[in-house]
């Protein structure tokens, strides 16, 4: 017999683990982070050879503050012996571009090198790029809040943390006053994702079953990015 409550996963490149985590089998997994770079295929010695990176989310939203590490290496001869490496090293703007610049010394002499660019999860600004949370808070009643007191405009504030449910909620406030006035107000909140998955695989199965699993997927963007 086999209970399915959760996955781990793991998203990898060149080895390096880009992002890790574990799911529950009702909650939407998304891939954290899209890097491309463009480079010439020809640098001169003496000159900067320069790597132009874009950084962006899994929805196309460009990601600010990401660190992009950049390793140039070449052999100086044919037996490999003298090997040479650049490091560069750059931060990307609000719009995800970052240029990395080797300088390429004017005595090197290899006709070809290895150009290596990375990022590593969670090193944003904003934490856009963090490892994906297990979504496990589905409360029925999000918030109750008995003691909440009016200010002498009569205006009054209270921050709280959304619930993972993906829904409208119903906000109700209801007050009074120390004579006995009553007032209610109600709003509708909505908890919402542009892009999610959504699949529910039996709970319990046994040796030999065989089963069709549904997925929906919901797009709610302006495009779909690859």
Do not use: C
């Not at 290596?116 to 490892?131: Q, R």
């Not at 009643?141 to 959304?162: C, N, Q, S, V, Y």
């Amino acid at each position: 017999m086999l209970h399915w409550l959760r996955v781990k996963y793991e998203v990898t490149s060149n080895g390096e683990i880009l992002a890790s985590g574990i799911e529950a089998l009702r909650a939407a997994t998304t891939d954290p982070f899209v890097l491309t770079a463009a480079a010439s295929r020809v640098a001169s010695p003496g000159l900067p050879y320069r790597v132009q990176v874009h950084v962006k989310s899994n929805i196309g939203q460009p990601l600010a503050g990401v660190q992009v590490n950049g390793d140039l290496v070449w052999d100086e001869d044919e037996s490999g012996d003298k090997n040479k490496k650049i490091i560069a090293t750059g931060v990307t703007n609000t719009s995800g571009n970052a240029t990395l610049e080797f300088p390429i010394p004017r005595e090197v002499q290899a006709e070809e090198g290895d150009l290596t660019v990375s990022v590593k999860s969670g090193v944003t600004k904003s934490g856009a790029m963090s490892t994906p949370r297990l979504r496990q808070d589905f409360p029925e009643t999000m918030l109750w809040e008995p003691t909440l007191i009016t200010d002498r405009r009569g205006h009054a504030r209270l921050d709280f943390k959304l619930a993972d449910n993906i829904t409208t909620w119903k906000l109700t406030a209801v007050g009074s006053t120390r004579s006995g006035e009553l007032g209610r107000a109600e709003k509708d909140l909505r908890a919402f994702q542009p892009f999610f998955v959504e699949h529910d695989p039996p709970r319990i199965l046994t040796q030999g079953d065989e089963i069709s699993y549904p997925l929906v997927l919901r797009n709610y963007l302006n495009k779909l990015n690859y």
